[in-house]
């Protein structure tokens, strides 16, 4: 059974920095690509970030480049986003989500097929 729990979401006033964690098990997770997505109320899900299996190629939506870093530990079966100079802009639910299909790595909701519950970032200005 597929599983993916997010942790690491809280309150930070902007400028400051979150590292969110996405603990994944029911499958051989080096296989996949991941990503984290976040979603505002009101709003459609977007992309924020994907990392192939391997770790080796990584993807951002622009406005994050340069301040988001995701990575991940295919021996612990987790992937993070760490977050710097964030923005109370991007207040929103983050979710991390598998590829549907192995080996690949993509950013749109629809090539994923499994999501966490989801983490909240608040960011204060």
């Known amino acids: 059974q597929v599983q993916l729990v997010e942790s690491g979401g809280g309150l930070v006033q902007a400028g400051g920095s979150l590292r969110l964690s996405c603990q994944a098990s029911?499958?051989?997770?080096?296989?996949?690509?991941m990503g984290w997505f976040r979603q505002a109320p009101g709003k459609e899900r977007e992309f924020v970030a994907s990392i192939s299996g391997s770790g080796g190629l990584t993807y951002y939506r622009d406005s994050v480049k340069g301040r988001f870093t995701i990575a991940r530990d295919n021996a612990k079966n987790t992937v993070y986003l760490q977050m710097n100079s964030l923005k109370p802009e991007e207040t929103d639910v983050y979710y991390c989500?598998?590829?549907?299909?192995?080996?690949?790595?993509?950013?749109?909701?629809?090539?994923?097929?499994?999501w966490g519950n989801g983490t909240l970032v608040t960011v204060s200005s």
């Open positions: 989500a598998r590829d549907s299909a192995p080996y690949r790595v993509r950013n749109t909701v629809s090539a994923m097929d499994s």
């Open positions: 029911g499958w051989t997770f080096s296989s996949y690509g």
